[in-house]
């Protein structure tokens, strides 16, 4: 069992950054691949970014590729989103998700845990 609680979201302007954390419970964090995906008002709930157990490898929604970087402390139990260059278009609720298989996937399904997400706002 792993729950999940982000933080770090408020309201930013578009070229601004804002830096998403996720803490999670359960002594085996590391084992978990984790995401993050975001629900944008009327939308569905679409991916944004995976890591691999030991953070070396990544995987990225082409919207955000260049802009967002996905890493990870697994000593702190944490999962970190670095938003740069934000866009109005990246205004939605982000989840972090974490998922006991070893795919890197851009399916919600694949994914076992959910937090409660956070809200990001950006302004034109």
């Known amino acids: 069992q792993v729950q999940l609680v982000e933080s770090g979201g408020g309201l930013v302007q578009a070229g601004g950054s804002l830096r998403l954390s996720c803490a999670a419970s359960?002594?085996?964090?590391?084992?978990?691949?984790m995401g993050w995906f975001r629900q944008a008002p009327g939308k569905e709930r679409e991916f944004v970014a995976a890591?691999?157990?030991?953070?070396?490898?990544?995987y990225y929604a082409d919207s955000v590729k260049g802009r967002f970087t996905i890493s990870r402390d697994n000593a702190k139990n944490m999962v970190y989103l670095q938003m740069d260059s934000l866009k109005p278009e990246d205004t939605a609720v982000y989840y972090c998700?974490?998922?006991?298989?070893?795919?890197?996937?851009?399916?919600?399904?694949?994914?076992?845990?959910w937090g409660q997400g956070t809200q990001v706002t950006v302004s034109s």
């Open positions: 998700a974490a998922a006991s298989g070893s795919t890197l996937s851009a399916h919600s399904n694949w994914y076992d845990y």
């Open positions: 890591i691999s157990w030991s953070g070396g490898n990544t």
């Open positions: 359960g002594r085996t964090f590391s084992s978990y691949v």
